[in-house]
């Protein structure tokens, strides 16, 4: 995640902002220009423009405030003013909410939603979404937000670029109940994000893609039946002799699916957190022929055709640098995992497939847009 700074006062602004503690002013993040910035009403007294730098004029570019941000505090996103949609290009994925009148949804939502705008970005910044779409754009993935009710138990999931996440999730106590249980080393909403959004993704760049059959050479067979594969992985206890020699985790060896799906939430893990150590000018120390040296972190985004070997010699000292400082403040490792040569193997074939798109300048096509209507539909409780 990059640092941003307010264009009024240069004070440093983290992406969930939506105050400057510098000047006061008024911040959004804009996604048609892709940056966090200060705002304030423009002369029509309907719209938002950018604060001007001292001793600047304002631009041309016109906001409204995202529906979700006015009326529940819950968005710091902008949509063009000429995008009829009343929701930003990230609350306008999401289909269904949970019934806002109960106590503690409302805080759930918000935290999924962060999570949520996070998966958003790093997505746009592999050239995954769209981050100004053309009038009349639905993006096929989509999300719905649920709980449990009596009898009918919320499974978070993937289905045909529909992406559900249980609501309890939210709730930091249940989540390290659930991760308890299923003796797992990490579970976080944004793990679940990042995982569920890789299915989407093997759709739409492995077998949409004509992929399939490289694919396979990497992570295996994936007709075989998936629901028979989890069953045989839950009885024999979920944690096979010998994962770590070739999967990122234990859950990866359950079916190949979700070996990609897990290699590729891994993925996002990776870029995201070079990028965030990039925009501090952090220095790791790295292994080199000549002995140890001393490296600026690479940003993943800004260097195209970064090979991958350079990123995971910086990621690995990164990590121990990440888990040294949690441990110094009492807390566990924040990325509990030692990646084998299989697995970097699997994080290879991500990187090469998205870096292909990245460097052919391709972007994942749109789906088409309805022809009843041009904007998405807002999101319904349940």
């Known amino acids: 995640m990059k640092l941003f700074h307010c264009q009024v006062c240069k004070q440093a602004l983290f992406f969930e902002n939506s105050q400057c503690l510098g000047c006061g002013s008024q911040v959004a993040f804009l996604p048609d220009v892709f940056t966090l910035a200060a705002i304030e009403p423009a002369t029509d007294a309907s719209t938002w423009q950018l604060r001007p730098r001292p001793g600047r004029k304002s631009g041309p570019r016109r906001y409204r405030l995202c529906r979700n941000g006015e009326e529940h505090g819950i968005c710091n996103f902008c949509v063009p003013a000429h995008d009829p949609n009343p929701?930003?290009?990230?609350?306008?994925?999401?289909r269904v909410l949970p019934?806002?009148?109960?106590?503690g949804n409302l805080e759930r939502w918000h935290a999924i939603e962060v999570a949520k705008r996070r998966l958003f970005y790093t997505l746009a910044q592999l050239g995954l979404i769209a981050t100004n779409p053309p009038p009349g754009h639905v993006e096929k993935l989509a999300f719905e937000f649920l709980q449990d009710q009596p009898g009918q138990q919320v499974l978070t999931g993937h289905d045909d670029g529909l992406i559900t996440i249980n609501i309890?999730?939210?709730?930091?106590?249940?989540?390290?109940?659930r991760r308890s249980e299923l003796h797992e080393p990490y579970r976080t909403l944004l793990g679940h994000f990042r995982h569920e959004s890789g299915h989407y993704y093997w759709d739409v760049l492995i077998?949409?893609?004509?992929?399939v059959e490289a694919y396979r050479e990497i992570f295996g067979d994936e007709s075989v039946d998936y629901g028979e594969s989890l069953r045989r992985h839950y009885e024999s206890g979920g944690s096979p002799a010998g994962w770590h020699e070739s999967h990122v985790s234990a859950y990866a060896t359950s079916h190949p699916w979700e070996d990609w799906a897990e290699t590729w939430a891994h993925y996002l893990h990776m870029v995201d957190l070079l990028e965030t150590a990039a925009a501090y000018n952090t220095r790791v120390s790295v292994d080199a022929p000549d002995g140890e040296e001393v490296e600026d972190v690479i940003d993943p985004f800004e260097v195209a055709g970064v090979d991958f070997d350079d990123l995971v010699q910086q990621w690995?000292?990164?990590?121990?640098?990440?888990?040294s400082l949690?441990?110094?403040l009492g807390q566990n490792d924040a990325y509990p995992f030692a990646l084998s040569a299989g697995a970097l193997a699997k994080l290879r074939y991500i990187h090469d497939v998205i870096s292909e798109l990245r460097l052919n300048g391709m972007r994942v096509a749109p789906a088409p847009a309805p022809t009843s209507d041009v904007s998405a539909p807002a999101a319904q409780p349940v």
Request: hydrophobic share 35%.
């Open 99 to 103: 019934d806002l009148s109960q106590e």
């Open 316 to 323: 690995v000292p990164l990590t121990l640098l990440v888990n």
């Open 207 to 211: 077998r949409d893609g004509n992929r």
């Open 168 to 177: 309890a999730e939210a709730d930091d106590a249940e989540r390290t109940r």
């Open 326 to 328: 949690n441990r110094s």
């Open 87 to 94: 929701l930003c290009v990230a609350c306008r994925l999401t």
